[in-house]
């Protein structure tokens, strides 16, 4: 007699039950789906192709004619660029815009930084600080301007009596040739800096606490921890703020128009507030559009190779 040997049961292997692969969509249902993306993507197309896309192109058209409103256009070639290169506040205004680029990232990109490490750190209170930095960007900018316009008298100033309480020599600020452009880069940060410091305080809430902890443990100061920790974690948002700041400030316009009318001296004449003298003061439509046909060439170069330098450091990380 025989005797059946019986196999315990986790030696018998089941085989995993299949599952069947995902029934594809008929084609007309296909179709339709991709219908509907395209037809909510059609909104934002047009509104691209109505308010950015053809003011450039017209723009660039524009830049080669001697243009009048209501006049037919006569093609001049380069004769616009010519003009506007030969023009004496042409180097005031890109030399203003550049120190103003260089100065708003010393002053107006290392402060939001700051203020984001601090507010992070923050174990109180942490709405009603994040709702003081942001309120600044609420106002509309050219409120904001009027309000450091007044800030900024040398007569009756907030700033200067501040000073005079203070038993210290006041100043000039808008008014002087000397401190006009640093008081707009005071001016420009104040108002564009909240939404700045949000984006750098959600970067850095995204970072691990195990690498401060690791850090910590090692002895590294707080300034050690920021330099290792903190910069490498956020390094892509850092990167991309950098370059948005840096195609902002090169358009800076709101801030010499409301508080200085680009004196003293052609001292706060940047190339956007050139743009609108030619446009609007000169009536010359064409050395407007020459202007700002080189400004986008520039923004467009630099934009490029900052992207392609910054991805192939990231590549070689």
Aim: hydrophobic share 50%.
């Amino acid at each position: 007699m025989t005797k059946t040997v019986e196999r315990p049961a986790e030696a018998v292997r089941t085989r995993p039950a299949r599952t069947p692969p995902p029934a594809r969509k008929p084609a007309r249902r296909r179709l339709a789906a991709q219908g509907r993306a395209y037809a909510f993507l059609l909104g934002g197309l047009l509104c691209f192709a109505l308010f950015s896309w053809y003011p450039a192109i017209r723009a660039i058209v524009i830049a080669f004619q001697k243009y009048t409103p209501g006049a037919d256009a006569e093609w001049v070639g380069t004769d616009n660029f010519t003009r506007v290169f030969r023009d004496p506040e042409f180097a005031d205004a890109w030399r203003n815009t550049l120190t103003f680029t260089a100065l708003a990232l010393l002053i107006g990109f290392a402060v939001p930084f700051v203020l984001a490490l601090v507010l992070n750190e923050l174990r109180h209170a942490k709405a009603f600080f994040r709702v003081v930095v942001y309120l600044p960007v609420m106002i509309p900018p050219v409120v904001s301007a009027l309000l450091w316009k007044w800030f900024y008298d040398p007569g009756a100033g907030l700033a200067n009596e501040a000073l005079r309480f203070l038993h210290l020599p006041t100043s000039n600020w808008s008014n002087g040739a000397d401190t006009a452009l640093v008081s707009l880069v005071i001016v420009a940060t104040w108002a564009t800096m909240g939404g700045t410091v949000l984006i750098y305080l959600a970067a850095l809430q995204s970072v691990p606490g195990e690498l401060y902890e690791a850090a910590e443990l090692d002895g590294a100061s707080l300034p050690q921890r920021v330099r290792h920790v903190t910069i490498p974690q956020t390094r892509f948002v850092i990167l991309m703020l950098m370059l948005l700041q840096i195609i902002a400030t090169m358009q800076v316009f709101t801030e010499p128009f409301v508080i200085t009318g680009g004196g003293p001296e052609n001292a706060t004449v940047t190339v956007l507030y050139l743009i609108y003298k030619y446009a609007f003061l000169y009536n010359d439509f064409g050395g407007a559009c020459a202007l700002s046909v080189m400004l986008l060439l520039l923004l467009g170069l630099f934009s490029a190779g900052y992207l392609r330098l910054t991805r192939s450091e990231g590549e070689d990380a």
